[in-house]
């Protein structure tokens, strides 16, 4: 099985404050991908990298960065913490090469900025 | 336009049918996705279907793709209780096998 794990589950932050969530995943996938959940927005790309040392901006990268420096883990740091980065934060993972786009996910980390 | 809509809530009886329904918008998608997310939890991949079919059954899960409309629809035959929960659907789009995710559908089954 596919496992995807996420440091925390719940995380209180002040603002400013550097926050890093971390994201690890045990199958040797080659992407792995950086979500937020928002209510009545869906998902929301923030990050994805296709190999070590690799990124790209998705949708909504303001605000926040990621580090890949080796394959099976990917974090994301918010440099400087706002209230409005409170949210649900879902990491996910896929195969690279041709095979169908299926993204495994993480259990989720749920950031409150106060 | 750019999003993949969804509505917003459903609400069935323990024992009806439910139909979720989803429109996307790249008609060169490659895979069509539905994931569900129990409360608390992350996304789970129930089902999926190739972009050169009609439609996909998997138990008590039928996908139909309407690609001249680009119209996706998730049918649950006999709706339990433990169906409640947020139901995405998602598009491939673009390289590096990006999806792009619908709002969510909650659905709520009552007893």
């Known amino acids: 099985d596919v496992k995807v794990t996420q440091s925390s589950r719940y995380l209180v932050k002040r603002t400013g404050e550097k926050v890093f969530l971390e994201c690890v995943q045990d199958?040797?996938?080659?992407?792995m991908f950086w979500y937020r959940q928002d209510p009545g927005l869906g998902l929301r790309l923030i990050y994805f990298?296709?190999?070590?040392?690799?990124?790209e901006k998705g949708d909504i990268p303001e605000g926040y960065s990621v580090s890949r420096e080796k394959k099976e883990r990917f974090s994301l740091i918010l440099e400087s913490a706002s209230t409005n980065q409170t949210s649900m934060y879902l990491c996910?993972?896929?195969?690279?090469?041709?095979?169908?786009?299926?993204?495994?996910f993480g259990p989720g980390t749920r950031l409150t900025v106060l | 336009g750019e999003d993949v809509e969804q509505s917003l809530f459903l609400s069935v009886r323990e024992g009806d049918s439910s139909v979720i329904n989803c429109t996307y918008t790249?008609?060169?998608?490659?895979?069509l996705y539905w994931y569900k997310q129990e409360p608390g939890a992350g996304l789970q991949l129930l089902t999926y279907?190739?972009?050169?079919?009609d439609m996909k059954q998997d138990q008590r899960l039928t996908v139909l793709l309407n690609k001249k409309d680009k119209h996706l629809s998730l049918r649950i035959a006999d709706t339990q209780t433990g169906d409640s929960a947020i139901y995405f659907c998602?598009?491939?789009?673009?390289?590096?096998?990006?999806?792009?995710f619908g709002t969510g559908t909650r659905l709520l089954v009552s007893p």
């Open positions: 996910a993972s896929s195969f690279g090469g041709p095979s169908t786009d299926t993204q495994y």
């Open positions: 199958m040797d996938h080659e992407n």
């Open positions: 990298s296709y190999d070590v040392k690799m990124k």
């Open positions: 790249d008609s060169s998608s490659t895979y």
């Open positions: 279907i190739f972009s050169n079919m």
């Open positions: 998602a598009e491939s789009r673009g390289g590096f096998q990006k999806l792009v």
